[in-house]
């Protein structure tokens, strides 16, 4: 069974960056895509950035698209998004995800193994 645990998550003011790690614990094998996602309380978690195993496509929601950068270090086995230029409306509990569909990276609602969340805050 594959875990995943999140890193990095505080308190951050706008303008500023932030790195979020993701530690994946377990093998891969027969997942091709990693996600990011977050949610708001009272809101539906959403699609931050996603990213093909081994082709490094990469796919991003349009409110972050030019800010953050997902990518992997297969070496360390983690996944990180760096988030650029953070504004107050980036706060929210973020989530690492992995699904199996490789040129489906994009498809938000096929991520179906999650990690438990980190919190980022960020204030004007």
């Known amino acids: 069974n594959v875990h995943l645990t999140e890193f990095g998550g505080g308190s951050v003011q706008a303008g500023e960056s932030l790195r979020l790690s993701c530690v994946v614990y377990g093998s891969t094998y027969g997942y091709n895509c990693f996600g990011w996602f977050r949610r708001t309380p009272g809101n539906e978690r959403e699609g931050v950035a996603g990213l093909t195993k081994g082709d490094n496509d990469e796919y991003y929601a349009d409110f972050v698209k030019g800010r953050f950068i997902i990518s992997h270090d297969r070496s360390k086995n983690t996944i990180y998004l760096q988030m650029n230029r953070v504004k107050p409306e980036d706060s929210a509990t973020y989530y690492c995800?992995?699904?199996?569909?490789?040129?489906?990276?994009?498809?938000?609602?096929?991520?179906?193994?999650w990690g438990q969340g980190t919190q980022v805050t960020v204030s004007a």
């Open positions: 995800a992995l699904q199996r569909q490789r040129a489906q990276c994009g498809n938000w609602a096929l991520y179906n193994t």
